[in-house]
């Protein structure tokens, strides 16, 4: 590994699900890791004999690696806030931006709110970095820029900024603001990550997808559903044009994602200027598919009906991940069986998530 490798890599967002898993695989690969998040959708215990408590994600990946991480609980919003913590660590050489709001549904009801700290936390932390010669960036961006799909497999080459919410918006405008940034300098270096589904936990069971109060997404409310947590699952539609009429997606293991991003802070050696990759795996299963195979990993019942579609969502997505194959060197790895496997290893071994449930209720 060379010194530039062993830059400190910033991670904003490092307590959350995402977040947490990348932690562990830089670590994993050398990196040395500062994590800041705000806490707005992570948990922090206050059960431990801790007076000022624990984050216990980033507790489980410091049992994981057997290492200290740094952690700061601040706010992107706060600029003076993120300042100190490149002011502490003059070793920061990248940055990788995971923080961020991410409820579809919410962002409709609270587009301000979303514009606000998705948009204005991303500048502020641009401009941090400007100022402390940091111009290494790693983005999560979202399958959802490309909006209802005009081919498939969707390739990075596929139009963007078709979505309608402004959760998904927020991406784009993000996007476009780093590309408009590594066109003004050639200082810059970004990695826009366009993530597909991402889904499954670390092996260990230890960390895990744990969204707060009603999940949104797909597969923890199957696996709260398998592990008795909620009681059936609602099916957004089976009159799609797909093969069994329910929507299909390109489910990604997390872990497998987290190594994308240890391949894209790889990218920068080359002085990469602004590129953009898929993070999917190629290949796409429908809603059913996935209650079928939760069921096989859990040797649960997954029980479901039929509603309405949701509005806003796509019959098809999956991915081209050929260019980050090509580019990254990095592959998805990982099949549905071993993500569902891990899912549920992951829920059966917490199945209240981080919460230490004390009155049985979330
Ligand atoms: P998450 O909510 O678990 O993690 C996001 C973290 O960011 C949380 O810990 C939260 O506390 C923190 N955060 C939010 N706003 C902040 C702020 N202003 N300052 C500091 N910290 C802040 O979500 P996740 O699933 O890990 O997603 C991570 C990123 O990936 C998000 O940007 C999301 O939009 C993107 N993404 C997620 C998916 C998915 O399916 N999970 C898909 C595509 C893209
Ligand atoms: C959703 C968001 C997307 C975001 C991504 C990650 C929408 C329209 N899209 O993607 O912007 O980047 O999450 O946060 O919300 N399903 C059910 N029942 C459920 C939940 C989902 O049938 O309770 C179906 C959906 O209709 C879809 C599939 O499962 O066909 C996957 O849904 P989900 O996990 O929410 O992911 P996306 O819709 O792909």
Redo the contacts with the bound molecule.
């Keep these: 590994m060379t010194d530039s490798e062993k830059q400190c890599v910033l991670v904003t967002g490092g307590a959350g699900y995402i977040g947490s898993h990348t932690v562990i695989e830089l670590i994993q690969a050398g990196y040395p890791v500062v994590v800041l998040d705000n806490l707005v959708n992570s948990y922090k215990g206050t059960t431990q004999p801790n007076p000022n408590g624990v984050i216990v994600s980033l507790q489980r990946c410091e049992e994981i690696t057997k290492t200290t991480i740094p952690f700061y609980e601040v706010d992107l919003l706060d600029k003076d806030a993120v300042r100190q913590v490149f002011k502490k660590h003059g070793d920061i050489g990248f940055v990788i931006h995971i923080a961020g709001l991410?409820a579809?549904g919410e962002s409709c009801d609270l587009p301000l709110l979303y514009y606000n700290n998705n948009l204005v936390g991303t500048i502020t932390l641009l401009e941090v970095m400007k100022e402390f010669g940091v111009y290494n960036i790693v983005f999560s961006s979202?399958a959802?820029v490309y909006g209802d799909p005009q081919y498939l497999p969707i390739d990075e080459k596929h139009p963007v900024g078709g979505c309608t919410n402004p959760?998904?918006k927020t991406k784009y405008f993000i996007e476009e603001m780093i590309k408009d940034l590594c066109k003004s300098s050639k200082q810059w270096n970004a990695v826009l990550l366009r993530y597909f589904?991402p889904i499954g936990a670390h092996i260990s069971g230890l960390i895990g997808e744990d969204p707060q109060g009603h999940p949104?997404?797909?597969?923890p409310?199957i696996s709260q559903v398998a592990v008795g947590r909620r009681p059936e699952?609602?099916?957004?539609?089976s009159d799609y044009d797909t093969p069994d009429g329910?929507?299909v997606?390109d489910y990604i293991h997390v872990v497998d994602l987290a190594q994308g991003h240890v391949a894209a802070i790889k990218k920068f050696k080359e002085n990469c200027g602004l590129k953009v990759y898929n993070l999917g795996t190629g290949v796409g299963y429908s809603?059913l598919q996935m209650v079928k195979a939760v069921e096989k990993a859990s040797g649960n019942k997954v029980a479901y009906k039929i509603c309405p579609r949701?509005p806003?969502?796509v019959a098809i997505?999956y991915a081209n991940p050929e260019l980050a194959e090509r580019e990254l060197g990095w592959k998805a790895q990982k099949g549905l069986q071993e993500m569902c496997e891990d899912v549920w290893r992951w829920q059966s071994k917490n199945p209240m998530g981080f919460r230490i449930a004390e009155n049985g209720s979330e």
């Design positions: 991410k579809v979202s959802t959760y998904g589904n949104n997404n797909l597969m409310y699952l609602s099916v957004f539609g329910t929507g997606r809603v949701r806003g969502d997505s």
